[in-house]
């Protein structure tokens, strides 16, 4: 099945640096999400982009949705020690809701 | 209150056997999925129900079947467990079918010895 690529696929980043990683595929999309994992639990909603060129903020995060449809970017700002998890991107094209999710980027923030 | 709650959270069993993992959600929503993650982290879809209809289903195996009594519950049941089924299985809700907007649950980690 289809798959959207995330770089970096891990990330070690210091408490305060900015913190940028990115989603493509080969296919266009319609709607991007973006969701936060922490250990033991469940993907937690961070940011939806529903248009093209769309930028979209949730306090130190920021996503938009790339001009060509194929590629989604994150960007969170003075990292802090809460930030460590897994970030998942999704796309969907509008079918009854199906999501396809990233391969994952994984950020550690060290003290 | 949680609002997206899955049991159990853990569940080891062997092969061959059966076994159910339960999913409710108190949002009022019409949607809900069940979702594999495998050791690798990645994600797929495995069911969609909208109202208690099945509007997707991503090829999963016969032995995968989901059971959705009202649209505030759906249910996972699994009859004769592999050694590949182990893996973590989330549900997730969202508004209506064209809600990519989508809740997830904390997951049940099943093991399969």
């Known amino acids: 099945g289809q798959q959207l690529n995330q770089s970096p696929q891990s990330m070690f980043i210091q408490e305060g640096e900015d913190v940028s990683m990115n989603c493509t595929s080969s296919?266009?999309?319609?709607?991007w999400l973006w969701y936060k994992q922490d250990p033991g639990e469940g993907p937690v909603l961070l940011i939806a982009l529903y248009k093209a060129g769309e930028l979209t903020s949730n306090g130190r995060l920021t996503a938009q949705f790339g001009i060509t449809r194929k590629d989604s970017f994150l960007n969170i700002s003075a990292s802090i020690p809460s930030d460590v998890g897994i970030y998942f991107c999704?796309?969907?094209?509008?079918?009854?809701?199906?999501?396809?999710f990233g391969t994952g980027t994984r950020l550690q923030v060290t003290l | 209150d949680t609002a997206v709650s899955q049991t159990p959270k853990y569940l080891v069993t062997q092969m061959g056997n059966d076994k159910s993992i339960k999913c409710e959600q108190n949002l009022g929503h019409d949607t809900m999925y069940w979702y594999k993650q495998d050791s690798k982290k990645f994600l797929k879809i495995m069911f969609s129900y909208n109202n208690k209809e099945l509007i997707i289903n991503e090829t999963v195996p016969n032995r995968f079947s989901p059971k959705s009594p009202d649209k505030a519950h759906l249910n996972l049941h699994i009859n004769s467990l592999e050694l590949g089924d182990s893996a973590v299985y989330f549900c997730?809700?969202?508004?209506?079918?064209?809600?990519?907007?989508?809740?997830f649950g904390p997951g049940t980690r099943l093991t399969v010895t």
């Open positions: 999704a796309g969907a094209t509008g079918t009854a809701s199906k999501l396809t």
């Open positions: 296919s266009i999309f319609n709607t």
């Open positions: 997730a809700s969202s508004q209506d079918p064209g809600g990519y907007e989508q809740y």
